[in-house]
């Protein structure tokens, strides 16, 4: 395929978007208008927004060789703008003009042949390589944190591989270069009538070796939820070699090879690129929101769903301060936004069931539903249309929350349905206490973001008022009681944030000390100096 002319515009070095783009201050001052009536929490003065020419970055401790000089970059904005992630403390950091983790340099390797370079010059000088996508990662899996067992760290950004390569109709699949935003690669795959149909919040700014390495989780909120279920081949380049799995459909030869570098984030090597499962875009849509008085009713009728076999492209449960939150409801209802998609048939069969479902469990179902039509423009207007907008502009408004003194952040987990009526109530009641402890006030969420016949994955948020200069310590108090709730109710650390330094101490309580053993084994395989983002899943000794 001839090479695309794709989006390069310049991010912004501490905050979400395009430098000069994103939220405006007049939609923060909306946002705090709308919390404090919503919520009652004070707001404040908006902290300015850094300019690059008050970061003061430590000096770089090595150099680009000459053979690598063209593809690396040394300025303040690059370095900056490769230090932090997005979750609060990246955001408050940023306010703060505290980059206190810059790496060297950046490599921006346009071939795999520069990527290999770059990988045996760091591994032949004792430099830690950190590789980077779009920079959404909310867990520091991006930030070059290495002790003093290396001489340096350098992010390595895969921006220009960023090509769909090849596409196979008949297998209704295509090559991709790892380093491609998810907006480019649907421009690329668009012109052909196919889709990945992976629509996660980060989208804009994350890539496609980004959501392999973390196993991101995207549009679908039944099925074909996470991204593994959509690679069919992978590429990988390691300090030790590279490898190549084979293009099939399913595979029973042993352990799965790419299952091993499917959520390694970026400690085993770089996803170059992938061979993709995609789907024909769709030409049948249906969708509706239900209201519910009763939570608990809400979420009975979501496991039915979940476990009917009708398969929704969207099922997504907020309970009533979620709904309130995002305009879908006054916080007097849970609301329940249901849809299906299709390029092969209509989908009048599936919404009848799906309302029946709903309304056997106390939903207030419209009468289109009922009868298997959208209500008024779908998705798109309504509940249903509210809660999508403000999902669609979550990591912009996340950068007005931190401006404006309040604390806004989340984390998600999953459990069987058996056990979340537990698991809920722990963690509500345990984030709960913290909250208040930490900031006097607040409200924690809920949402159900995905759901599977055997459990859901409840995705929680927390708003309240934050101290200035305080916020990163009141939410790692109110992060640790959460997270020890999770693990202590039998769900996992993360759904699909990934682990990355955030979340490790987590992690390395709930994987089997065996599997740890085994991990490190692999690691030292493919990466024998062990310069791959050291610290993340495992420690390099």
């Known amino acids: 395929m001839t090479e695309q002319h794709l989006d390069m515009r310049t991010r912004k070095f501490w905050g979400w978007g395009f430098a ?15 919390i404090r009536n919503k919520f009652g929490f004070p707001v404040q003065d908006l902290v300015p927004a850094p300019d690059i020419s008050e970061i003061e970055l430590r000096g770089p401790r090595v150099s680009p060789p000459d053979s690598l000089a063209r593809v690396c970059q040394t300025d303040t904005w690059t370095r900056a703008e490769h230090t932090l992630g997005k979750n609060l403390g990246d955001f408050v950091r940023g306010l703060q003009r505290r980059f206190d983790n810059p790496p060297d340099f950046v490599a921006f390797p346009r071939t795999e042949e520069e990527v290999v370079s770059v990988l045996d ?34 992010t390595l950004d895969l921006r220009h591989l960023n090509q769909v390569l090849e596409i196979d ?19 690329q795959l668009r012109p052909h009538g196919l889709s990945m149909r992976f629509y996660l919040q980060a989208f804009e700014f994350s890539t496609l070796g980004g959501w392999i390495a973390t196993r991101a989780a995207g549009h679908f909120a039944t099925g074909l939820t996470h991204i593994d279920d959509s690679v069919q081949a992978i590429r990988v380049i390691a300090p030790a070699g590279t490898v190549q799995t084979r293009r099939l459909p399913s595979d029973g030869a042993g352990v799965s090879a790419d299952r091993m570098f499917i959520g390694s984030e970026g400690t085993l090597g770089v996803i170059t690129q992938a ?14 929101s239900v209201p519910f008085g009763n939570f608990d009713n809400a979420v009975t009728a979501t496991r039915a ?63 289109e539903a009922l009868q298997g039509r959208s209500t008024p423009k779908g998705g798109h207007s309504g509940a249903a249309g509210k809660w999508r907008d403000f999902f669609v502009r979550g990591p912009y408004y996340k950068e007005g929350y931190t401006r404006m003194g309040i604390l806004r952040e989340t984390f998600e987990t999953a459990c069987t349905w058996s056990a979340f009526p537990e698991l809920h109530a722990r963690v509500v009641e345990e984030t709960t206490k913290a909250v208040k402890q930490e900031c006097r006030d607040g409200v924690v969420a809920c949402r159900l973001t995905h759901v599977y016949p055997d459990g859901p994955a409840p995705y929680y948020t927390v708003v309240a ?30 759904h699909h944030h990934a682990v990355g330094r955030y979340h490790r ?26 310069v791959m983002n050291p610290g993340v899943l495992i420690d390099p000794n």
């Open 305 to 367: 769903l979940a476990q009917s076999g009708l398969a929704p492209s969207n099922c997504r449960l907020l309970d009533p301060t979620e709904s309130l939150l995002s305009g879908a409801s006054d916080g007097s209802d849970s609301i329940l936004v249901l849809a299906f998609e299709s390029a092969d048939h209509p989908l009048q069969a599936w919404m009848q069931r799906a309302a029946r479902i709903c309304a056997d469990h106390g939903g207030r179902v419209s009468a």
């Open 275 to 288: 061979w993709m499962r995609l789907q024909d875009r769709p030409t049948f849509e249906v969708a509706t």
């Open 465 to 494: 008022p934050a101290k200035r200069g305080a916020e990163v310590q009141q939410w790692a108090a109110i992060k640790q009681a959460a997270s020890d709730a999770v693990l202590a109710a039998g769900g996992t650390i993360t």
């Open 20 to 34: 000069g783009a994103g939220i405006s201050e007049a939609e923060i001052n909306d946002l705090g208008h709308m």
């Open 121 to 154: 010059w760091a591994q032949s000088n004792g430099v830690a390589v950190v590789p980077y996508g779009g920079g959404s990662s909310v867990s520091q899996g991006i930030e070059p944190i290495v002790s003093d067992d290396y001489r340096g760290a350098i």
């Open 169 to 187: 109709l008949e297998s209704r699949s295509a090559l991709i270069q790892g380093g491609v935003l998810g907006p480019d690669m649907e421009n």
């Open 505 to 530: 101490s987590w992690y390395d309580r709930q994987r089997p000390p065996l599997f740890a053993t085994a991990l490190r084994s692999a690691k030292r395989a493919v990466d024998p100096k062990m």
